[in-house]
């Protein structure tokens, strides 16, 4: 019985059982839902988001918070889209996006380490910038790129696994060992969970929280590159809301506010919720705007059953 | 004891100041290795100071520290750790959500290649040190889902596996019940047999008998006598020591004849399901005051009076009838101000004006009207200012730039607006200079000569015994003496607070 209760208690494990019945209520009602076709698509779907939670859970982990994530994936997407169609080689153009957003990341944590400023603000400031950089780059329109970044979707592995969902679960896997096993991971939950006993116990704090948000800011680049691929072009607005998805997927995997706490793959478990939620609303056909609603609807549910368990930590 | 010749560890003259506060004068003390040196003294004797300063998280005002011929004016922490000095704080340390083993090991990780964390080693360091001091934990667990006896276990730990030449334990068995704490006191006997030096701070006097090797006594920051030997001594010789002040520590203040009229009554009151009943009154023109060492529950008693906390069961009485206070709302409808412990936290807006913050609590009793102009108020709070004499350039002032005692007066000045009936003050003079200290001790004597009343919670010996007319001494959650004008003296208390017999 106890058992029983630590495994319900335990977010993954409450999230792949809400996961594995929406499957099975869904798939029962229309068999499309559940063919590997349509799961692929999910996966798909989820996969910008994906990589920016990684980035987003890694933060919060650390007891902060990037809410400029969004903007950066724009930014760094557009400065490969315009190298792109100045005709500059795809290597050139990618080594650019991926420095873009590391700057950014390590612009977000200096400020928020040398000022000792509250990440929340801080980021949505730095966001704006990221934006407005953005826009004069791409001065409000769409940037084609001549179908240059479409092997990340056509390149299939094993004939069936898109490359960008590769990317996807690589991102998770390298993510997720690194919190786990890594010295660096370990002492970011350490800092996340207790800064002061971890500046006490002769951590650099500042140091670790830097390349965290510059580490997540490199990654935030591979995001961009899925993204401006799935849509096959890119605007300066393209990123701006995903921070806040992401957010909400760490949230429903368990990674607290708070810092210190949570699991990567239940992050990644939050958000393949929100993919799976997405895809059979569509494959049910329920009406765009009650769609709307519903997704709200188990945020705000999910939210609430994770926190109930918090509630009796207390 | 080994090594009794030369000290590991001398602090010389080390004083410290904190503003309007000397918190430690003159303090020498000589540390050796293998030995269990214990300090005692009462609330605010400069214990917990003088610990900081030797484990880097302070520096002295004045004086030095010497450790392996090396003179330092000042230790950081990690200087204090890379030499062996390691303190276990009172307060929790450890990250909840990790595991006992990486607690342990945090900022000192062991790894393998490329950053991996080596889990098995780690586990096997910590093993052995187990094994070498006999204490069993699961080190798998979460520290969120340990007793709190075994969190101590882990950060006792914590302190072992980083070399340590001196541990500092403090107050380790306050939260522990007798068997958990005589685990503990075994282990630091075992760890003052392997050469380490052991500072222990502790308000259980037997448990400092029991394991002492030398016992020095601090009062009011300075050390009143460090016992070389500790067979012959009794409680009574400690507590003697602890207490003893000259009298002009002592504020002489006018005492009025008290009413017989009950104006507030405690019964039967259990602040939840198991904790003890706590029965007490309070008659107009009476100050009482409330003592207890920290953590023997005297804030969480006076916080449900004024519903700032909800209760188990009991009844509260204002002028003999009974009231239902839930919340501080219903509080301030029956004339009770609670004038709270930690001003800058719980008594301010810091960054708000003089004048919104003194009128804060009268706002809910003005009458209702839509709009309100703070501004066209300050006739209100003139009279109260100069009473207090607040000393603010103008009443637009954000309080954070006011003086700890003037900022204390704004508090006091709010509910005194509201010409509250019942006033609880909850370490009203901490932290502010003697001269605010007098001024407070004033206003409390003229609010009992209004026929108003007091109850003072305060951990300052001398204030408590030269405003109360009665002191009641709470231990463990309850009331356990009552003392009575010549019964209330320093020997009195300290003994019935720390549970000796007197």
Known sequence: MRK????????????????LLMVII?????????????????FQQVSVLGVLTMCMSLLIISGGIDLSLGNMMALSAVVVASLLMQGKSLLLAVTAGVLTSTVCGLFNGLIITTFQTIPLIITLGTGQIFNGISLLIAGGSFLQFENKLNFLREIKLFNYIPLMVAIMLLCVGFMGVLVNKTKFGRRVVAIGGNEKNAYLSGINVKLYKIIAYTLSGAMVSIAGLILASRLNSITANAGSGYELDAMVACVMGGVTLDGGRGTIIGAFLGCLLTGVISNALDILGVHAYVKIIITGAI????VVLSNISSLKRE | MNNMNVPLITLRSISKEFPGVCALSDVSLDLYSGEIHCIVGENGAGKSTLMKILSGAYSPTSGQIVLNNEIYDELDPETAQNLGIQIVYQENDLVHSMNAVENIFIGREKTKK????????????????????????????????????????????????????????????????????????????KIANQGISVVYISHFLQEVLDIADRITVLRDGVVVKTYEEVKNITMGDLTLHMVGRPIDKFYQRDKIKISEEKRLEVCDLKLNKNSPEVNFFVKKGEIVGIYGLVGSGRTEIVRTISGADRFYSGTIKVDGVSVNINSPKDGIAVGIAHITEDRQQLGLNLCHSVLENLLIVKLQQMRKSLLYDYKKQGSRVQSIIDKLKIRTPNLLQKVIYLSGGNQQKVVLGKWLITDAQIYIFDE??????????????????ELVKQGKSVIMISSDMPEIISMSDRVLVVRDGSIKDEFTQDEINEQNIVCSALGVAI
């Open chain 1, 299 to 302: 945020i705000v549910t999910a």
């Open chain 1, 26 to 42: 869904v798939g029962t009602i229309s068999p499309k839902f559940v063919q590997l076709s349509n799961i692929m698509a999910i």
């Open chain 1, 4 to 19: 029983a209760k630590a495994i319900l208690n335990d977010q993954r494990i409450l999230l792949a059982i809400v996961i």
């Open chain 2, 114 to 189: 490329l950053g991996f964390v080596d889990k098995k080693s780690m586990y096997s360091e910590a093993k052995k040190i187990m094994q070498e001091f006999d204490i069993e934990i699961d080190l798998s667990v979460k520290i969120e889902n340990m007793s709190v006896s075994d969190q101590q276990f882990v950060k006792i730990l914590k302190a072992l596996v980083n070399n340590s030449r001196l541990l500092i334990l403090d107050e380790p068995t306050s939260m522990f019940n007798i068997e958990d704490s005589t685990k503990v006191l075994e282990l630091v006997k």
């Open chain 2, 428 to 445: 009203p003079t901490r932290g502010i200079d003697i001269n605010a200290k007098y001024e407070f001790y004033e206003y409390m004597t």
